[in-house]
């Protein structure tokens, strides 16, 4: 019994260690970039308890470079939408656990082994800035250019553009498509997150593949600006 106390203490501290790492460990290391420029846009970082999702501010530019969300049945001309809601993730648990009443094992199993991964595509009205599960992050113009480009070319590219996957949504404002890459639990949403936020200028930890380790992790590498959400100077519909 000893024996087996000792062990998984030393897994769970093990564990504890590795969580440490990879919030306290930059990505990059170091930036040897041009200087950023003034943060003029505005994202949000949407968090569930597993998941993120990435928010961007609708203007025309957004809504042309996305137009192929309209063979998906999205309404792009609703005057109330506001933003565009991206997440990727593994297709069967992503796809089959729209709500936390519809969670099965077969799906949770099949997150910890490898799983053909989506892209969920949302559209959303206002979103308040304040609320538990929002994260503000300001950015600059060429960080929102690479942002939206990262998140356009994780989509997997058919003879007619992004392969959307019919009777696959929740509801009328909201999309699945095939993405790039296959999801594990360890290396899943949260690190693709990541790795979007990353293009668009900000330092994440080396592997944060919870929404808490994420958010620590953004916290800790950069500067207290990148989160003020009262500045006039930003860009926001």
């Known amino acids: 019994m000893t024996k087996i106390f000792k062990g998984v203490l030393i897994a769970a501290l093990a564990l504890v260690a590795i969580a440490a790492l990879g919030i306290v460990v930059p990505r990059p290391l170091w ?4 200087v ?3 943060q003029t846009h505005r994202i949000l970082m949407l968090s569930n308890p597993i998941h993120t999702d990435i928010a961007i501010p609708v203007d025309g530019d957004l809504l042309a470079r996305f137009a192929f969300l309209r063979t998906a049945g999205l309404d792009l001309d609703n005057p109330n939408l506001r933003y565009l809601v991206f997440g990727w ?3 069967s648990f992503y796809i089959e656990t729209p709500t936390w009443a519809d969670l099965k094992p077969g799906p ?5 082994t490898l799983d053909r991964s989506v892209i969920h ?5 206002n979103i ?4 538990p599960a929002v994260t503000v992050l300001n950015i600059d113009a060429g960080g929102l250019e690479r942002l939206e480009q990262f998140i356009l070319d994780s989509l997997v590219q058919g003879d007619g553009g992004p392969i959307s996957l019919p009777g696959s949504n929740y509801g009328p404002n909201d999309a699945f498509f095939e993405a790039r890459g296959y999801f594990n639990a360890f290396m899943g949403c949260n690190t693709w997150t990541a790795a979007a936020l990353r293009q668009a200028g900000l330092t994440s930890g080396l592997w944060t593949t919870l929404p808490w380790m ?3 992790s ?3 590498h950069n500067d207290r600006d990148r989160f003020a959400a009262d500045r006039s100077s930003v860009k926001e519909l």
Request: no cysteine.
């Open 218 to 220: 953004l916290d800790l």
């Open 36 to 38: 950023p420029a003034e």
């Open 31 to 34: 930036h040897d970039g041009p």
């Open 108 to 112: 949770v199993l099949k997150s910890f």
């Open 128 to 131: 308040p800035k304040d609320a």
């Open 214 to 216: 994420l958010r620590q």
């Open 121 to 125: 595509a949302e559209l959303a009205g």
């Open 89 to 91: 993730g593994g297709r």
